[in-house]
């Protein structure tokens, strides 16, 4: 049976990557003989070369999503799994474990979506078989106590503490790798397999369920990667990219199920791993060198799918599971604030494509990953250059007799505008076909009262397409001066993402997108005097980084996305139709954000103050055998200081140092309970830096 895929996806990649070529060669060839010397010159030879690279990137993409469409059309949307293991449902489960790391992230949205994934596993009768694990690796010391606050609270209301477990590392070494890592080493033997979860995450039971029985049925897969849907935001950017991930997404994945199969893709979340071939073949030792290139591989998850796929051990991306969610970046700016260590990770697998024992595919895919970033700095200098070959040649008239005796004129210069809008034409047709087959799956399968009737559909397919239009070349823009940067050694930081509906403001727009407004007005102000007539083909680019806070600005604002909303644009099933798991984040994230705002301390003040959040953290501290003497006269000192001038005079690192020792903690809260009411109030009057402050939205679509 294992042959049998290999074969037949053997057969699908070189349909596929034959398609893209030949058409990527037709292209090449049109694209040179519109160029003022045919690609004759180094120039233009430069030119074709990045132009190649980009078509047969557009052109990849195309039939990715074409092969896509088919299977939803002819093959119901099964994925090529789907046909090796058959019917699941009796096969066993075996010990699993949910395994979250998290940093710095809101409490209140972590463990709402934890819980109701919890929930949701209890109804299907399986909870036997999984354990929770929360992986900490929160710097700030106030968000540390109101993850603990989450967990009491969690436990409080019904969870079960034998299978809900939570660690807070002190040493927080490699981030989420490391956080990973830890786990393996501490719990991993007791579990056969590992679903990961990012702090967003939330799946049904049922598919928790499914997914472990599949691995046990087939047992040479490794890696299980299930296709997450975006849901929960409600800014106009976030709601058209939920919309754009719900109609076009199923197509892509699809695609890339039809030829990847048991090569395919891990995300690093909503997949489920089987721990033993993990733990003995994918640990990921640090790049050596200096530089952005080296040090710890950042986008983790695509090595550790190739270094399982090179161990023998299949990676299957089961597209046709439903059930599995995440939320996307509120604003532009937060997206591309992610991308900029996405972009220096995937830059770090040139380093690796000659890693001996990897499978073809998987090369192709590290080459494929780098482009996803890299494909925008070729874009901006196959725009360089070519806006210098034009204004190198703007004074050149057509000429249609030639030195030499001829006995005809050379129709070239008309021919050559039927060639131009051909391939613009064709290139407009790769870039936009997959939005139109997208949006005639929906059509053809109905339901249309889901995505806000079929003039919805069709306005939001529309609407989506002038907006990813005018953002691409803002994106391309950032992602070229992140690859750069990289190139440069410049590494990028591993700050934390913004889970809620926050809004761009006009200062910030200004100052991220000020160099690309200068840029762009300098490239039009150049044509507008030496190159008037090639202004309506430059324009649509420099346009759109001329009015880029604008359109940041703009699609950060919640009441465009709500009010597209009313008018049903951008509309999804999981809106129209949302199930118990989604209804129960947002009540649960509610819930917990109402009752911490309903209590007198919260975060450092609250451990000190509050008697039974004082008790949950005593007990979770390990025990120290011997404190040393340093340590045990800075913590003397802490203590007498703020018990002198308020808590106003710890910072951070105070803060955490006496989080982590019992005993002075302790001393803190019986002193200030011994002193009355009047002193706690003094103590507690000012908050500490970073207060822990949840907003709560209630009106989320999904609350309704």
Known sequence: MSGDWRWRAWRRRVLLFGLTGLQTWAAARTFAQLLPERGASP????VVALFVVLFGWISLGFWTALAGFLVHLLGRGRSALASLVGNVSGAPLAPTAIVMPICNEDPARVFAGLRATYDSLRATGRLEHFEFFILSDTGDPDLWVEEERALADWLAAGGDARRIHYRRRAVRLRRKTGNIADFCRRWGARFRYMIVFDADSMMRGETLVRMVQIMERRRRIGILQTAPRTVGRESLYARM????????????????????????YYWGHNAIIRLAPFIEHCALARLPGRGALAGEVL????????????AGWEV????????????????????????RRWSQGNLQHLRLLARPGLTLTHRIMFLYGMLAYGASLLWLALLALSSWDMLRHVDS???FFPDHYTLYPDWTPLTTAEQALALFSATATLLFLPKLLGWALRVLRGGWRDWGGLGGLTAGVLLETLL???LAPVRMLFHSRYVLLALLGRAAGWGGQRRDDAETGWAEAFQRHAAGVLLAAAWLEAFWWWGPDYLPWISPVAGALVVAPLLSVSTSRVRWGRALRRLGLFVIPAEARPEQLLRDTVR????????????????FAAAVLDPRLHLVHLARLPRRRVTPPATAAALEELVARTLAEGLEVLD?????????HRAPLARLHTELWRQGAAARVRWAQRPPDGEVAVVVDAVRPLAA
Do not use: C
């Open 43 to 46: 120039l233009e030879q430069a």
């Open 241 to 264: 990219q939920q919309f754009a991930n719900h109609v076009y997404g199923p197509l892509f994945t699809a695609g890339l199920d039809y030829w990847q199969m048991g090569d395919g």
């Open 299 to 310: 986008s983790h998850d695509f090595v550790e799918a190739a270094w399982m796929r090179a």
């Open 316 to 339: 299957w991306l089961a597209h046709d599971l439903p059930g599995s969610y995440e939320e996307p970046p509120p604003t532009l700016l937060d997206e591309l604030k992610r991308d």
């Open 397 to 399: 008239e057509p000429r």
């Open 468 to 470: 990813s239009a005018l």
């Open 588 to 603: 649960a994230t509610a819930r917990h954000a109402a009752r911490v705002a309903g209590q007198r301390w919260r975060g």
């Open 652 to 660: 951070a690192a105070g803060r955490e140092l006496l989080l982590r």
